[in-house]
């Protein structure tokens, strides 16, 4: 009897840990997930002039404001990690 109030008592830890784990992978993939509020105002306007920058293309060439200078030109900034939430420059 007391090999089975063991097993029991043990089954309730790990499933009391499992609990608390799966609590801490929820919490922080909302906030991984959580889009970013338009209404903050962080990012570039339409129209808006873009920041100086000096970027590595994956074919080696350097990109920067100058290169794209002078051309109707569509700017993305991505990023792989989820340092911050603003493009670099706008002090956001």
Known sequence: ????TAAVVVLGLLCLLNLAVSAAVIRRLRFLGMPMDPASGAGLAIGGSVPAFDVMADDGT?????FLSGRRTLIAFLSLQ????????TGQ
Do not use: F, I, K, Y
């Open 62 to 66: 350097s990109l920067n404001l100058d």
């Open 82 to 89: 989820r340092a911050g939430r603003s493009a670099p420059g």
């Open 1 to 4: 009897m007391t090999v089975l």
